[in-house]
């Protein structure tokens, strides 16, 4: 039976604005020493490229192909393609679950913030394992939302991480999906496996009009509010939390840490 897993953000404009933000320095450094001329690098879950672009530069003349459920991303990172003028870079429709690649196709299979969105994260691993060459890396980054630490202590951030925990299960994901990779990746069938874990910080006053500014936007414009409202949340609650993260951003004391799990498995 085909697994049907909703995404909890979405694409909203406020949503690709973070997600643009991610390069290999900021979400990929656990594995950037693996990666080698002339690779064949599969990214799941790609959203916008801008990951996808730069696992590119660091195998070039080898070949990238990111693939999302989303055809509307999908679309935009394939424009975002042209636009830079990225060689060994395509982009495709595809599901983590039943990837439309023949066995031992990849030296390296990725996916940043993808298996905390998924109801069997286990079944994905499987299909990673499938696709990657003996000796080959499938690697992985999620964030672990149970660990997630902000100051000053706003009721209305307690609420938004209350609401986005509970949205996240109501769609069959795992909040706490960082602590979990390398259970899920034993269990999928990998036995050499390197767990790592890192943090981002948002803390200057840049950084915090930054995310404190497109999260109060995405808690009221995004799929996160309009699944929050689904779940039965009100809109007084919605914009208490959207006016926290306004004013957790303009605190010279606001301090943002969120942290990742990561894995390395050998195919």
């Not at 060689?87 to 039943?98: E, I, P, R, T």
């Not at 969105?117 to 672990?144: Q, T, W, Y």
């Not at 995405?218 to 949340?233: I, L």
Request: some cysteine; overall charge negative; charged content about 20%.
């Amino acid at each position: 039976m085909k697994i049907v897993d909703r995404y909890m953000h979405g694409h909203h404009e406020s949503v690709l604005r973070s997600h643009e933000w991610r390069n290999l320095a900021n979400s990929g450094a656990y594995f950037a020493g693996l990666l080698r001329p002339g690779m064949t690098v599969l990214d799941v879950g790609s959203g916008p490229g801008t990951l996808t672009f730069d696992i590119a530069a660091r195998v070039a003349p080898g070949t990238v192909i990111g693939v999302d459920r989303s055809a509307d991303i999908v679309e935009h990172a394939t424009e975002a393609a042209s636009r830079r003028g990225a060689a060994g870079v395509s982009f495709a429709v595809g599901d983590a679950y039943a990837l439309d690649f023949p066995d031992d196709s990849f030296d390296v299979v990725h996916a940043h913030q993808v298996l905390q969105h998924l109801s069997d994260p286990m079944a994905a691993l499987r299909e990673f394992r499938r696709v990657v060459r003996p000796g080959g890396f499938v690697v992985a980054r999620d964030v672990d939302w149970g660990g997630t630490m902000w100051a000053p202590l706003l009721p209305g951030l307690a609420e938004w991480m209350r609401i986005t925990q509970a949205v996240q299960r109501g769609n069959g994901g795992e909040p706490f999906a960082g602590r979990f990779l390398r259970t899920w990746a034993l269990d999928a069938g990998f036995a050499d496996v390197t767990s790592s874990a890192s943090v981002w910080c948002f803390a200057s006053d840049e950084e915090r009009r930054w995310w404190g500014g497109l999260w109060s936007e995405r808690v009221t414009e995004s799929d996160w509010g309009a699944q929050a409202r689904e779940a039965g949340v009100g809109a007084d609650t919605l914009d208490t939390v959207s006016r926290a993260w306004l004013e957790w951003a303009a605190d010279a004391s606001g301090w943002y840490g969120m942290p990742h799990g990561e894995i390395i498995a050998r195919g």
